[in-house]
C-alpha cells in the first residue's frame, strides 16, 4: 500500500512561489492518479489540481489555475505542487491524494497524506 508524505510548505508572502512535494512509498506510484487538495480553516476540503497516471493529463480548479503547477516523477515517486503568485487566500493545509480514477473529487482518492501548511501573507 501506498503511504504518502507531503513537505515544502511554510510561510511565505504575497507573491512568492512554494513548490510542494509529496513522496510515496511502495511500488505500485504509478499505478495511481494523484491529486491536490486543501483545507482552510473553518472551510471544506477543495479540489486543487489532479494528475494521471502518466502525467499526461492534469486538471485545475479555476481558483488556482495559471498560477500552480502540478507535475509528478514516476521514477521518484513523487508528485510536485508547484505554486507561483500565492495569495493570501491560498492559506491552507494542503493534502496530497492517491486514487484509481484521475478526477477532482475527494471522494475518488482512498490515500491522502498528512498535511502540510502553507500560509501566505498580505
Known amino acids: 500500500q501506498v503511504q504518502l508524505l507531503e513537505s515544502g510548505g511554510g510561510l511565505v508572502q504575497a507573491g512568492d512561489s512554494l513548490r510542494l512535494s509529496c513522496a510515496a512509498s511502495g511500488r505500485t506510484f504509478n499505478t495511481y492518479a494523484m491529486g491536490w487538495f486543501r483545507q482552510a480553516p473553518g472551510k471544506e476540503r477543495e479540489f486543487v489540481a489532479t494528475?494521471?497516471?502518466?502525467?499526461?493529463?492534469?486538471y485545475y480548479a479555476d481558483s488556482v489555475k495559471g498560477r500552480f503547477t502540478i507535475s509528478r516523477d514516476n521514477a521518484k515517486n513523487t508528485v510536485y505542487l508547484q505554486m507561483n503568485s500565492l495569495k493570501p487566500e491560498d492559506t491552507a493545509v494542503y493534502y496530497c491524494?492517491?486514487?484509481?480514477?484521475?478526477?477532482?473529487?475527494?471522494?475518488?482518492?482512498?490515500?491522502w497524506g498528512q498535511g502540510t501548511q502553507v500560509t501566505v501573507s498580505s
Open positions: 491524494a492517491a486514487g484509481q480514477r484521475y478526477s477532482y473529487r475527494p471522494d475518488e482518492y482512498n490515500l
Open positions: 494528475i494521471n497516471l502518466v502525467g499526461g493529463a492534469t
